[in-house]
């Protein structure tokens, strides 16, 4: 936060030796945040973590500061700890275009139940990481499917209706994940480390899992689950599908596009190999405007939606929310730099972007 403020203040920082606390030396803040942006820009990396802003949601924090996260960023961990993540498929839960919330708050609480299971049946590869995630008992439910949820609420992914719904669906799964955990902590005793916790307070919460939600990638089993990956904006609407058994192509398309497109009568494999070939359906003839509008892929959105998503989901995230915010290939370092402050401005824990193309 002071490297931010500093940032925006144009002061230096201090470097400071973290194994004696004392300042070495200071530095343009402006300008190690330039490096940062301009390096994003150029080849995806770095992403940014807020790294206080994660501290100041630790559970745990007598045992100490959280450094780091795991690679993809929605995980913040202290030494030793592991990642046990789960994901509910937000497009299964949609009937007659309406959000079954008892059918969603049904797989919340079997989801939890099943999650904190796993940390006493898992095999660990070390006696410190099975103590340390036994201690804590951390888990991560999220979602996945959220892009699909919306084409069957007919809600576009860049709107204010599609970041209300952001929000209510992750509070819900929030509140119940969190009551599910209180359930369990009542039959089987709270996390070890609960003394001491943020929990252990008058009136806080008994609960059996140090965190209980998190929002991950979902990059091989949405694949899976034949859904969108955690909750980003679909990529393609319809993609060719390379190198399939003898070096064959295959057409892909969107299962629910493809049905739209026959229902009103606009189906045909000319236009289906054109979205391929264009990437995008928003401008593009034969494809009805209302169609075009709810359709968006990750470069159809503006980096602004990308990011209100994300603080959107993150509200309501004990732990973090991985997220990319796609940019076309002509995208400047001040658009990249913008999109660093929005994320800190909106209350992300940290923020990943890629330039198309770089």
């Given at each position: 936060?002071?490297?931010?403020?500093?940032?925006?203040?144009?002061?230096?920082?201090?470097?400071?030796?973290?194994?004696?606390?004392?300042?070495?030396?200071?530095?343009?803040?402006?300008?190690?945040?330039?490096?940062?942006?301009?390096?994003?820009?150029?080849?995806?990396?770095?992403?940014?973590?807020?790294?206080?802003?994660?501290?100041?949601?630790?559970?745990?924090?007598?045992?100490?500061?959280?450094?780091?996260?795991?690679?993809?960023?929605?995980?913040?961990?202290?030494?030793?700890?592991?990642?046990?993540?789960?994901?509910?498929?937000?497009?299964?839960?949609?009937?007659?275009?309406?959000?079954?919330?008892?059918?969603?708050?049904?797989?919340?609480?079997?989801?939890?139940?099943?999650?904190?299971?796993?940390?006493?049946?898992?095999?660990?590869?070390?006696?410190?990481?099975?103590?340390?995630?036994?201690?804590?008992?951390?888990?991560?439910?999220?979602?996945?499917?959220?892009?699909?949820?919306?084409?069957?609420?007919?809600?576009?992914?860049?709107?204010?209706?599609?970041?209300?719904?952001?929000?209510?669906?992750?509070?819900?799964?929030?509140?119940?994940?969190?009551?599910?955990?209180?359930?369990?902590?009542?039959?089987?005793?709270?996390?070890?480390?609960?003394?001491?916790?943020?929990?252990?307070?008058?009136?806080?919460?008994?609960?059996?899992?140090?965190?209980?939600?998190?929002?991950?990638?979902?990059?091989?089993?949405?694949?899976?689950?034949?859904?969108?990956?955690?909750?980003?904006?679909?990529?393609?609407?319809?993609?060719?599908?390379?190198?399939?058994?003898?070096?064959?192509?295959?057409?892909?398309?969107?299962?629910?596009?493809?049905?739209?497109?026959?229902?009103r009568g606009f189906h045909s494999e000319?236009?289906?190999?054109?979205?391929?070939?264009?990437?995008?359906?928003?401008?593009?003839?034969?494809?009805?405007?209302?169609?075009?509008?709810?359709?968006?892929?990750?470069?159809?959105?503006?980096?602004?939606?990308?990011?209100?998503?994300?603080?959107?989901?993150?509200?309501?995230?004990?732990?973090?929310?991985?997220?990319?915010?796609?940019?076309?290939?002509?995208?400047?370092?001040?658009?990249?730099?913008?999109?660093?402050?929005?994320?800190?401005?909106?209350?992300?824990?940290?923020?990943?972007?890629?330039?198309d193309g770089s």
């Amino acid at each position: 936060d002071a490297f931010m403020r500093a940032v925006a203040e144009d002061e230096e920082y201090p470097l400071i030796n973290p194994r004696s606390g004392d300042v070495v030396r200071s530095l343009s803040a402006r300008k190690v945040f330039g490096s940062m942006v301009t390096l994003a820009w150029k080849n995806g990396d770095p992403g940014v973590v807020f790294i206080d802003r994660i501290n100041a949601d630790n559970p745990t924090p007598h045992l100490g500061e959280i450094e780091s996260t795991n690679p993809c960023g929605e995980q913040p961990l202290l030494p030793h700890e592991s990642c046990n993540l789960g994901s509910v498929n937000l497009s299964r839960v949609v009937s007659d275009g309406r959000i079954d919330y008892g059918s969603l708050g049904r797989i919340v609480r079997t989801a939890v139940r099943f999650l904190d299971d796993v940390i006493d049946v898992n095999r660990y590869p070390l006696p410190e990481i099975e103590q340390m995630t036994k201690k804590n008992r951390k888990i991560g439910l999220g979602v996945m499917g959220f892009a699909d949820m919306l084409l069957l609420l007919n809600v576009p992914y860049d709107s204010e209706d599609a970041v209300r719904i952001a929000g209510e669906v992750m509070k819900f799964v929030h509140e119940e994940a969190r009551a599910a955990s209180e359930e369990l902590a009542g039959e089987r005793g709270v996390f070890p480390s609960f003394e001491g916790s943020v929990y252990d307070r008058p009136g806080g919460a008994r609960v059996r899992n140090a965190t209980t939600t998190t929002i991950a990638p979902t990059g091989t089993i949405s694949i899976i689950a034949t859904c969108s990956s955690g909750v980003e904006p679909l990529f393609a609407i319809s993609y060719v599908r390379a190198n399939v058994l003898d070096n064959d192509s295959m057409l892909e398309v969107h299962p629910y596009f493809e049905r739209v497109a026959k229902e009103r009568g606009f189906h045909s494999e000319e236009l289906m190999k054109k979205i391929a070939d264009v990437g995008s359906v928003r401008h593009l003839d034969g494809v009805p405007a209302d169609v075009q509008r709810i359709f968006a892929t990750a470069h159809d959105i503006t980096p602004e939606w990308h990011i209100k998503l994300q603080a959107a989901f993150q509200k309501h995230t004990d732990n973090a929310v991985s997220k990319t915010v796609n940019f076309p290939n002509e995208a400047t370092t001040d658009d990249v730099e913008n999109v660093y402050l929005m994320a800190f401005r909106s209350g992300c824990k940290g923020v990943t972007i890629y330039r198309d193309g770089s």
